[in-house]
């Protein structure tokens, strides 16, 4: 290989791998050439109730239609818990560890089924039913895992809405999709402090009708209104209904749940995806991505408000039978050291975190590391943006101890799983590049008019074929979905990241091309943050970009025009700033905020973000071209005016 920085594939490893590099190599001609053949054999890892015969039906062009095993039959929640009992009832399956180091809990599979089975009849004693829609706004205790499989076992789609959003962003996320019913609790706990979770439910439910019953986990005990008729406790409903239920029967092609994701308009899409495909694909990546050998204890540390959450703390470990751990903590409570007390506390084997919680746990130095032991870590993992070379150095020496590969998984909500990504056994790593296409991903870089790259090049990321994770439609909107991913290059599913590809076929994600920002591991739209501040009454317009960011990998900008008359205040800036946390939640507010007098337009008044973009990046020497503005004097303005 050309590149100086590569870390070979480890031998003690790949000798116990799942897949070595031959068998991987194996693996992605076979579901290249032969996509029925691999899949077909594939799909048996999951437990059918009709196993399918039609293996794959996709079309990228025209109206986009998409199925996989579209006639087999299967329930999701049964291949998470059901199958296992025989053998592995008496096993943990999730490892919960509360906020508060003193607080943990092991549930075995037999235990999770019960609460599975118990929930799933409250649900249906409630009047949801096959099809409905029901979501779920909860932090990190084991009932997030038991709500997602009992919408599962009973055929409703879940849709669940991170806790750390808004009362409006919830309402938004429920009035679109027309959830019949809302499973929440008291209050979250993270870092120490309580999230007030019932009290914002209430809030954003004012304006969704449709939303017939509330299902509320205690958790704190703290004081919440309950409203009858409407709201049940679930330990006490749970307590009134059998432990046992018959999972509900699903087509492959049935919703299993909707996740909203931020694009570049402002309304955030619901990703939609269904039964099969998506379990297998959860299942095949988590088993070979982290090279899961049964025993392991394995640690995702998303939240289950995320797609990672979804595919890489329920799903998949659990179609898998594996030991997954669930944190509800944050990695600085009590202490930095916290993420490795709880690895050597419950011996974790698999780790999988994002490279801004690898950053912020850098500042604190090596120390807070090292005075763990960390011994059971054989496989370190990464998600949610590019990782800079310095952090994997510090990931690769500090924390592994240079003895578990760092699987650098790329991936987005709408692919259901990981798509690009090195595996343990079989991948040589170079730092900063999530390396190669998993079997049955076909990745293609492509110009500005769709015209393919070949060979060592950089493009814009699309993937030429199906594979059976994909998102299958934008929930209520098929036809936003083709013109979202299928609509700037003809026949491609465009991803909206910027890739280059180097001499070895490694991948290297240079970021989104779109106006998508990345902060902190999530995605939010720049359209969305300024049309929260456009509503706020003092804001004429806003335009906002991201920037370099030390911790976040990418800050939030805003560039903020006022209406006349109101003063630019130190105070104005603060407020503003809390208006967005308000209206979208905490991971939105703007880091900097500078005071536009006028944004940068062209004469057909298209604010030109590429300026933007580079004054926020204090990049103020390569503005670029700018005779297309309609007034350059308002980027000279911008410039001595630069704020942050
Ligand atoms: C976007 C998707 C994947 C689940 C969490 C985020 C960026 C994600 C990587 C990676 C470089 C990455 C991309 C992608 N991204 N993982 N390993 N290397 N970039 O899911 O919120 O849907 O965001 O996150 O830009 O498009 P998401």
């Given at each position: 290989m050309s590149d100086a920085d590569i870390v070979p594939v480890k031998p003690e490893i790949a000798a116990h791998a799942l897949a070595n590099r031959a068998r991987y190599e194996e693996m992605y001609l076979r579901a290249s050439s032969e996509p029925e053949a691999f899949w077909g054999e594939e799909c048996k890892r999951l437990t059918w109730m009709k196993q399918p015969t039609k293996i794959k039906n996709t079309t990228f062009f025209g109206d986009v239609s998409i199925k996989w095993f579209e006639d087999g039959t299967l329930n999701a929640a049964a291949n998470c818990l059901d199958r296992h009992l025989a053998e592995r009832g008496d096993q943990v399956a999730i490892i919960w560890e509360g906020d508060d180091p003193n607080d943990s809990k092991k549930v075995t599979y037999r235990e999770l089924h019960e609460q599975v089975c118990r929930l799933a009849n409250v649900l249906t004693a409630q009047g949801v039913k096959k099809g409905d829609v029901v979501t779920v706004y909860l932090p990190m205790v084991v009932e997030a895992a038991v709500a997602l499989l009992a919408c599962a076992r009973i055929g409703a789609v879940h849709s669940v809405v991170f806790g750390g959003f808004s009362p409006d962003s919830l309402a938004s996320r429920v009035q679109d999709c027309g959830s019949v019913a809302l499973i929440t609790a008291d209050e979250g706990r993270r870092g120490g402090r309580k999230v007030a979770l019932k009290v914002n439910a209430d809030e954003a439910l004012k304006t969704c009708p449709s939303v017939k019953s509330v299902v509320v986990v205690k958790i704190t005990g703290g004081d919440v209104a309950m409203q009858p008729g409407r709201d049940v406790w679930l330990h006490e409903e749970a307590a009134k209904v059998p432990a046992t239920h018959e999972p509900v029967e699903m087509n492959?092609?049935?919703?299993l749940f909707i996740l909203y994701t931020s694009g570049s308009t402002g309304k955030p899409k619901g990703v939609l995806h269904t039964t099969g495909g998506y379990m297998v694909w959860a299942s095949f990546t988590h088993q070979y991505v982290f090279d899961y050998h049964p025993g392991e204890v394995y640690w995702c540390t998303a939240d289950v408000g995320w797609v990672t959450g979804h595919t890489y703390i329920v799903y998949g470990p659990l179609a898998n039978g594996a030991t997954t751990l669930m944190f509800e903590g944050v990695p600085n409570y009590p202490s930095t050291s916290r993420f490795w007390e709880v690895i050597d506390k419950h011996k974790v084997n698999i780790f999988y975190t994002a490279p801004t919680a690898i950053r912020a746990l850098m500042r604190d130095g090596e120390e807070p590391v090292k005075k763990t032991s960390r011994k059971s870590l054989r496989i370190l993992g990464s998600v949610g943006e590019p990782i800079n070379p310095e952090a994997w150095h510090w990931y690769d020496r500090v924390v592994g101890e240079h003895r578990c590969p760092i699987v650098d998984t790329w991936w987005q909500t709408e692919t259901?799983?990981?798509?690009?990504t090195p595996l343990p056994g079989a991948t040589a790593l170079k730092p900063g590049s999530a390396t190669l296409p998993l079997p049955g991903v076909k990745p293609m870089l492509v110009d500005g008019e769709g015209h393919e790259l070949r060979g060592a090049t950089e493009g814009n990321l699309c993937i030429a074929d199906s594979w059976p994770g994909q998102m299958r439609t934008v929930y209520g909107d098929h036809a936003r979905f083709v013109q979202t991913?299928?609509?700037?290059?003809?026949g491609l599913y465009f991803t909206g990241d910027g890739a280059r590809r180097d001499e070895d076929g490694y991948y290297w994600i240079t970021g989104r091309v779109d106006d998508v920002i990345n902060v902190s591991g999530h995605r939010m739209g720049t359209a969305e943050v300024e049309s929260a501040l456009v509503a706020h009454q003092a804001v004429a317009e806003a335009a906002v970009v991201g920037f370099p960011h030390d911790i976040k990998g990418q800050g939030i900008y805003a560039y903020v025009t006022l209406v006349a008359d109101v003063e630019p205040t130190d105070a104005l800036r603060k407020e503003l700033i809390t208006w967005v946390r308000k209206e979208i939640g905490p991971i939105a507010a703007p880091d900097v905020i500078q005071w536009a007098p006028g944004l940068p337009k062209t004469?057909?008044?298209?604010?030109?973000r590429r300026i933007l973009r580079k004054i926020a990046a204090n990049e103020t020497e390569s503005l670029g071209d700018t005779s297309t503005l309609a007034d350059p004097g308002v980027v000279t303005d911008l410039v001595e005016n630069r704020a942050g």
């Amino acid at each position: 290989m050309s590149d100086a920085d590569i870390v070979p594939v480890k031998p003690e490893i790949a000798a116990h791998a799942l897949a070595n590099r031959a068998r991987y190599e194996e693996m992605y001609l076979r579901a290249s050439s032969e996509p029925e053949a691999f899949w077909g054999e594939e799909c048996k890892r999951l437990t059918w109730m009709k196993q399918p015969t039609k293996i794959k039906n996709t079309t990228f062009f025209g109206d986009v239609s998409i199925k996989w095993f579209e006639d087999g039959t299967l329930n999701a929640a049964a291949n998470c818990l059901d199958r296992h009992l025989a053998e592995r009832g008496d096993q943990v399956a999730i490892i919960w560890e509360g906020d508060d180091p003193n607080d943990s809990k092991k549930v075995t599979y037999r235990e999770l089924h019960e609460q599975v089975c118990r929930l799933a009849n409250v649900l249906t004693a409630q009047g949801v039913k096959k099809g409905d829609v029901v979501t779920v706004y909860l932090p990190m205790v084991v009932e997030a895992a038991v709500a997602l499989l009992a919408c599962a076992r009973i055929g409703a789609v879940h849709s669940v809405v991170f806790g750390g959003f808004s009362p409006d962003s919830l309402a938004s996320r429920v009035q679109d999709c027309g959830s019949v019913a809302l499973i929440t609790a008291d209050e979250g706990r993270r870092g120490g402090r309580k999230v007030a979770l019932k009290v914002n439910a209430d809030e954003a439910l004012k304006t969704c009708p449709s939303v017939k019953s509330v299902v509320v986990v205690k958790i704190t005990g703290g004081d919440v209104a309950m409203q009858p008729g409407r709201d049940v406790w679930l330990h006490e409903e749970a307590a009134k209904v059998p432990a046992t239920h018959e999972p509900v029967e699903m087509n492959a092609e049935d919703p299993l749940f909707i996740l909203y994701t931020s694009g570049s308009t402002g309304k955030p899409k619901g990703v939609l995806h269904t039964t099969g495909g998506y379990m297998v694909w959860a299942s095949f990546t988590h088993q070979y991505v982290f090279d899961y050998h049964p025993g392991e204890v394995y640690w995702c540390t998303a939240d289950v408000g995320w797609v990672t959450g979804h595919t890489y703390i329920v799903y998949g470990p659990l179609a898998n039978g594996a030991t997954t751990l669930m944190f509800e903590g944050v990695p600085n409570y009590p202490s930095t050291s916290r993420f490795w007390e709880v690895i050597d506390k419950h011996k974790v084997n698999i780790f999988y975190t994002a490279p801004t919680a690898i950053r912020a746990l850098m500042r604190d130095g090596e120390e807070p590391v090292k005075k763990t032991s960390r011994k059971s870590l054989r496989i370190l993992g990464s998600v949610g943006e590019p990782i800079n070379p310095e952090a994997w150095h510090w990931y690769d020496r500090v924390v592994g101890e240079h003895r578990c590969p760092i699987v650098d998984t790329w991936w987005q909500t709408e692919t259901g799983g990981a798509l690009i990504t090195p595996l343990p056994g079989a991948t040589a790593l170079k730092p900063g590049s999530a390396t190669l296409p998993l079997p049955g991903v076909k990745p293609m870089l492509v110009d500005g008019e769709g015209h393919e790259l070949r060979g060592a090049t950089e493009g814009n990321l699309c993937i030429a074929d199906s594979w059976p994770g994909q998102m299958r439609t934008v929930y209520g909107d098929h036809a936003r979905f083709v013109q979202t991913y299928f609509s700037t290059f003809k026949g491609l599913y465009f991803t909206g990241d910027g890739a280059r590809r180097d001499e070895d076929g490694y991948y290297w994600i240079t970021g989104r091309v779109d106006d998508v920002i990345n902060v902190s591991g999530h995605r939010m739209g720049t359209a969305e943050v300024e049309s929260a501040l456009v509503a706020h009454q003092a804001v004429a317009e806003a335009a906002v970009v991201g920037f370099p960011h030390d911790i976040k990998g990418q800050g939030i900008y805003a560039y903020v025009t006022l209406v006349a008359d109101v003063e630019p205040t130190d105070a104005l800036r603060k407020e503003l700033i809390t208006w967005v946390r308000k209206e979208i939640g905490p991971i939105a507010a703007p880091d900097v905020i500078q005071w536009a007098p006028g944004l940068p337009k062209t004469r057909s008044g298209k604010i030109m973000r590429r300026i933007l973009r580079k004054i926020a990046a204090n990049e103020t020497e390569s503005l670029g071209d700018t005779s297309t503005l309609a007034d350059p004097g308002v980027v000279t303005d911008l410039v001595e005016n630069r704020a942050g």
